[in-house]
């Protein structure tokens, strides 16, 4: 899902392997289940889902998963059958209502984006801290937010001008030690900073792994291929960056990434926060790329160095000519 930019509505089924594997998930989306705030929050979520089902889609559920926690009904997605399915469209519906109560909780809080990022650092610090402590093959890791001037420049350069469309405000990007550890660090970073179901579909960015055939020659991953969802194709996801070189080589995807607030913040809340619970979602970049194969983006037309060469070059060309930027047979074009 992270390398295709699938979207998670449009999967049939989950594969977790026990108790463990669930509890990990819950603890990516910030929820706890040994506070009672938490697990009646879940309840209220999985409510609304089964009322929309019934009452928007006239949907018939049964009663036995009706009455399913959400751990539950994550289980029995993760199995067979006409539950499983019934399981599958609660949880779609779940994770639809929980991310609208999420944004919406950002718009009516006093919070400014410099106050958000922060929030969203110290998460994302201190998950990729315990896996420096514990070994993982992290060779270098740098967060950071766009500047004014590279947001200016973005928007400018971009055919769709609007400051909603930019992903990668807050940004951060890994360097493994070698291609082979690229998969292990996408794992863990599901299971502990963000979970899947959030990575936004139609942003990821492959142009490193044929991914099925990189999984049939592991011995690992070979067995896996019978289950995966994903279509039949083995191409890389392209980028529609006009200015990235053909021979440019990254993982790139985007993470709407839960967050939980802290109390400090909370206390700030007016009253129609409430009812929206205690966690945002907040837009991030991810870059996960390889030491072999950072070196050969360096080098050449790869380069960020030439990347942003063609970009300045295109919104000064923009700005000065405008549409007449656009070729017309048998015109010549004349700067403003």
């Known amino acids: 899902m992270i390398l295709r930019g699938d979207s998670v509505i449009d999967w049939h089924r989950l594969n977790f392997e026990g108790p463990e594997q669930i509890e990990d998930f819950f603890a990516a989306q910030e929820f706890r289940t040994d506070e009672p705030a938490d697990l009646a929050r879940m309840e209220h979520l999985k409510n609304e889902a089964v009322s929309y089902l019934r009452r928007h889609l006239e949907y018939p559920i049964p009663r036995p998963v009706e009455r399913a926690s959400v751990a539950e009904l994550l289980a029995l997605a993760s199995g067979s059958g006409h539950r499983q399915m019934c399981a599958c469209t609660i949880l779609k519906c779940i994770h639809i209502i929980h991310h609208l109560d999420g944004r919406e909780l950002l718009f009516v809080l006093p919070l400014s984006d410099q106050e958000v990022f922060h929030v969203v650092e110290e998460k994302v610090y201190r998950v990729i801290g315990s896996m420096l402590a514990g070994g993982f093959p992290i060779i270098e890791f740098v967060g950071g937010r766009k500047n004014k001037d590279s947001l200016y420049t973005k928007l400018l350069s971009k055919q769709d001008t609007v400051a909603a469309q930019i992903y990668d405000k807050l940004r951060f990007r890994i360097v493994t030690r070698s291609k082979d550890d690229i998969f292990p660090v996408l794992q863990y970073l599901c299971r502990r900073l963000f979970p899947f179901n959030y990575v936004v579909p139609g942003q990821s960015i492959n142009s490193m792994f044929h991914f099925k055939q990189y999984c049939n ?108 930027e656009m070729k017309v047979p048998g015109r010549k074009r004349r700067a403003v």
């Open 217 to 324: 020659q592991d011995a690992h991953l070979r067995p896996m291929l019978g289950e995966m969802q994903a279509g039949r194709d083995d191409d890389y996801t392209p980028s529609d960056n006009k200015f990235s070189a053909d021979e440019y080589r990254i993982i790139h995807f985007i993470v709407d990434m839960p967050v939980r607030l802290p109390k400090r913040i909370l206390e700030r809340a007016p009253s129609s926060a409430r009812p929206l619970g205690f966690i945002i979602f907040v837009i991030c970049e991810f870059q996960v790329i390889d030491r072999e194969t950072e070196s050969a983006n360096e080098q050449g037309e790869a380069s960020h160095a030439k990347y942003k060469e063609r970009q300045k070059k295109a919104v000064m060309r923009r700005l000065q000519l405008g549409m007449r």
